[in-house]
């Protein structure tokens, strides 16, 4: 079956530790993000992909990074730098060429700062 | 700013009667709106998509409604369930700077549906 894979489910970290969250898709889309989600608020975006190669900051970058290399993969970094970290993070893909398409989410993975 | 707003409490039915959920937008023109579904510690499923050049839209037990003039979408449930119980967001596309089409989320409304 096609869809969005997120791992780990779990994360904890310690302060000043960087971490990276996997996201795979299996999906043949071009474009992927990632969003973050905390209680009582929206998703923001944090980055997002079009295309294999680039990538552009979404709505809260600072203190994240991430990297495409491959069409299938999207990994995020969470760096030190990021001053709140701890919070639910969703990774998403849309099929190519709809600008009105749905977003098909992975299940989230869950970063806890110790 | 542009804000999305979705009522921040919980809304509490019996099953069997007609879930409203709001989605309420100000500083915004959006080309389309979409709903979606998140159970707890899960990610979002897309249930629905409206276009501005639409008024209402519907799919089984659901349907959305789209009034750009009100600037507000409503998304029922008919006939609702105990397993319709859940957060629906909705996510709003159109032409923020950039021409990027990425929809902004609102936070959510819990709906809970009683036997």
């Known amino acids: 079956d096609g869809g969005i894979t997120q791992s780990p489910k779990y994360l904890f970290r310690k302060e000043g530790q960087n971490v990276t969250l996997s996201c795979e898709q299996n999906l043949n889309h071009d474009a992927m993000y990632w969003y973050r989600q905390d209680p009582g608020q929206g998703l923001r975006l944090i980055y997002y992909?079009?295309?294999?190669?680039?990538?552009q900051k979404g709505d809260i970058a600072e203190g994240y990074s991430v990297s495409r290399e491959k069409k299938e993969s999207f990994p995020l970094t969470v760096t030190s730098a990021q001053k709140n970290p701890t919070a639910f993070y969703l990774c998403a893909s849309r099929i190519p060429g709809k600008r009105d398409g749905e977003l098909f989410f992975g299940e989230g993975s869950r970063l806890t700062v110790l | 700013s542009q804000k999305i707003e979705q009522n921040s409490e919980a809304l509490n039915i019996q099953e069997g009667k007609t879930a409203t959920l709001t989605c309420n937008y100000t500083n915004y023109s959006p080309a389309y709106l979409q709903w979606y579904r998140q159970d707890p510690g899960r990610g979002p499923v897309f249930l629905l998509l409206i276009r501005e050049n639409e008024k209402e839209k519907r799919k089984e037990r659901l349907k959305v409604t789209f009034d750009t003039t009100l600037k507000q979408s409503l998304f029922h449930i008919t006939a609702s369930q105990p397993a319709d119980s859940a957060t629906y967001l909705c996510a709003l596309g159109g032409f923020p700077s950039g021409g990027s089409y990425i929809p902004t989320f609102g936070r959510g409304t819990s709906l809970i549906v009683h036997p």
């Open positions: 992909s079009q295309i294999v190669n680039d990538f």
